[in-house]
């Protein structure tokens, strides 16, 4: 019994310390994928920059005297946006959950970084401004779910991996697999309604300083 009880300390202890390693790995990815969007601005140059998303001059005086449909928005972002999310939803079970989370997380970070230094380059403090707003409230929910998503990757794939051929406990594993992925799903999908309905109202408040 006692060399049971020590045999399952260390499987937590070693499920626990494997689980810390990745959430360095997706920090550190993240911070590196956010300065790497910076440099890749500057390397570019501010001429082939200039006209990418909201930063482009065509975009901010069409957006500023258009009436935008909140539904057709809807419906725009999901297509571009919930593929990708349902895709990392398949793969979180799988050995590529882990790797395709820490990527997206990190192409959210070089798009942040590119824009934010792209948008200083064109139009300095005012382009903080206008970038953080192309992303305000919508990012509050994103970002999240991404980080939340490669923590769940990581707890799920050390626990399948543990549990061995157990199959009451990777059956409770599963479920709980099933219910963040909800979950996650809700609050993405929020994010989707907010970049819809609420976005376009900030942004439209903000280019009335441009």
């Known amino acids: ?5 020590r045999l399952s300390w260390r499987q ?6 494997n689980q810390s390693i990745w959430i360095k790995i997706m920090k550190i990815f993240l911070l590196l994928s956010f300065v ?3 440099f890749a601005a500057n390397l570019i ?3 082939a920059v200039s006209h990418a998303g909201v930063l482009n001059d065509y975009f901010i005086e069409k957006f500023q005297y258009t009436q935008i449909k909140g539904e057709n928005l809807f419906f725009y972002v999901v297509g571009e946006r919930l593929p ?3 895709l990392l939803f398949l793969l979180i079970v799988t050995s590529f959950g882990i790797p395709g989370g820490i990527l997206a997380l990190g192409w959210q970070g070089f798009s942040v970084g590119f824009m934010l230094s792209t948008g200083i380059a064109k139009y300095g403090i005012k382009g903080i401004m206008l970038v ?3 992303l305000f409230p919508q990012y509050l929910f994103y970002f999240p779910v991404y980080i939340f998503y490669c923590c769940m990757a990581v707890f799920l794939r050390q626990r ?3 549990q061995g051929g157990n199959r009451p406990e990777r059956g409770f594993i599963y479920g709980m697999g099933m219910l963040a992925a909800v979950l996650m799903l809700a609050m993405f999908t929020a994010g989707i309604f907010l ?9 439209k408040n903000i280019l009335k300083f441009f």
């Open 132 to 134: 953080l707003g192309g």
């Open 45 to 47: 140059g501010r001429e």
């Open 160 to 162: 399948l991996h543990g």
């Open 12 to 17: 937590r202890d070693s499920i626990t310390k």
């Open 1 to 5: 019994m006692k060399k049971l009880l």
């Open 84 to 86: 990708m999310m349902l």
């Open 195 to 203: 970049e819809s309905y609420v976005n376009p109202v900030i942004l």
């Open 36 to 38: 790497a969007g910076i």
